[in-house]
């Protein structure tokens, strides 16, 4: 009998990833629409990945098929 294996949450692999250490890194919120009214460095701060920590980084891997 084969091994069922658990699917991965494609929702989830979209909004995050894994780097090599194993942190959960995910984009900042805010960076859609509506920027006109932004100051710029504002605007260069959403452009960098910021960590996911505690139970949602668990929770995260646990989506991605890797806890």
């Known amino acids: 009998m084969k091994k069922i294996k658990q699917k991965t949450r494609k929702g989830a692999a979209r909004r995050f990833k894994i780097t090599g250490s194993g942190k ?8 859609r629409h ?6 710029k460095k504002a605007k260069r ?9 505690g139970k949602w980084a668990k929770k995260a891997k646990q989506m991605m098929g890797l806890a």
């Open 45 to 53: 701060n959403y452009r960098v990945m910021v960590e996911v920590k």
């Open 24 to 31: 959960v890194m995910r984009r900042v919120q805010n960076q």
């Open 34 to 39: 509506l920027q006109r009214n932004k100051s």
